[in-house]
């Protein structure tokens, strides 16, 4: 099992940044894809973006290409997302998932696909 634990949202005005940070414990994080979901008030939960086990392929919702990065440490046991031109769009609780499947070469896009969550970070931008 995987226990994640994200970091580092706030209040932020519109074109800032954020650096959203997720800890992951156990040595199996660094055998699971993992991905940024979010959610707004009265909204489904988005996929943001996704990265492999072992780093070396991302994938980004249309929304978020060009502003948003997903990185990860596996020697610490940890992924990323770097937020820059932040919009008001944006605002929404961020969460952190593993995808259960160790080493698998697909990056899923859909909630069901993860089994492992975060509690999730509040990011909101301001106009």
């Known amino acids: 099992q995987v226990q994640l634990v994200e970091s580092g949202g706030g209040l932020v005005q519109a074109g800032g940044s954020l650096r959203l940070s997720c800890a992951a414990s156990?040595?199996?994080?660094?055998?699971?894809?993992m991905g940024w979901f979010r959610q707004a008030p009265g909204k489904e939960r988005d996929f943001v973006a996704a990265?492999?086990?072992?780093?070396?392929?991302?994938y980004y919702a249309d929304s978020v290409k060009g502003r948003f990065t997903i990185s990860r440490d596996n020697a610490k046991n940890t992924v990323d997302l770097q937020i820059n031109s932040l919009k008001s769009d944006d605002t929404a609780v961020y969460y952190c998932?593993?995808?259960?499947?160790?080493?698998?070469?697909?990056?899923?896009?859909?909630?069901?696909?993860?089994?492992?969550w975060g509690q999730g970070t509040q990011v909101t931008v301001s106009s």
């Open positions: 156990g040595r199996a994080f660094r055998a699971f894809n």
């Open positions: 998932a593993a995808d259960p499947r160790p080493y698998d070469i697909v990056l899923p896009d859909i909630p069901e696909k993860y089994a492992y």
């Open positions: 990265i492999l086990w072992s780093g070396g392929s991302t």
